[in-house]
């Protein structure tokens, strides 16, 4: 069964870190591109990061540079997303999906993504 599960979320202050997994059970990730996705109430699903197969490329989103770091461990078969400098505007659901065909252009849009995991709350609050 292809199964993606996250972890890491949590309650943080504005200010504080927080590292996300996204772990792969049932296929090989290391075959994936793999893209972190967040989605506050009300608002519609927004691409936060991208790590292709290789690890080679990464992408983000112009709101989360120089704060947040995707990395993967494809021994571990397991995607981190590092998240640091939190922001109240950070807090949603986040979650991993993953993607067999790379790409540069649409890589923050959920609709090519082939598998997704269940999300994980992250609030940052004071």
């Known amino acids: 069964q292809v199964q993606l599960v996250e972890s890491g979320g949590g309650l943080v202050q504005p200010g504080g870190s927080l590292r996300l997994s996204c772990a792969a059970s049932?296929?090989?990730?290391?075959?994936?591109?793999i893209g972190w996705f967040r989605q506050a109430p009300g608002k519609e699903r927004e691409g936060v990061s991208y790590i292709s197969s290789s690890g080679a490329a990464t992408y983000y989103t112009d709101s989360v540079k120089g704060r947040f770091t995707i990395s993967r461990d494809n021994a571990k078969n397991t995607v981190y997303l590092q998240m640091n400098s939190l922001k109240p505007e950070d807090t949603a659901v986040y979650y991993c999906a993953a993607r067999r065909r790379y790409s540069a252009t649409t890589w923050h849009l959920p609709q090519y993504y082939d598998y997704w995991g269940q999300g994980t709350q992250v609030t940052v609050s004071s």
């Open positions: 049932g296929f090989r990730l290391d075959a994936y591109n």
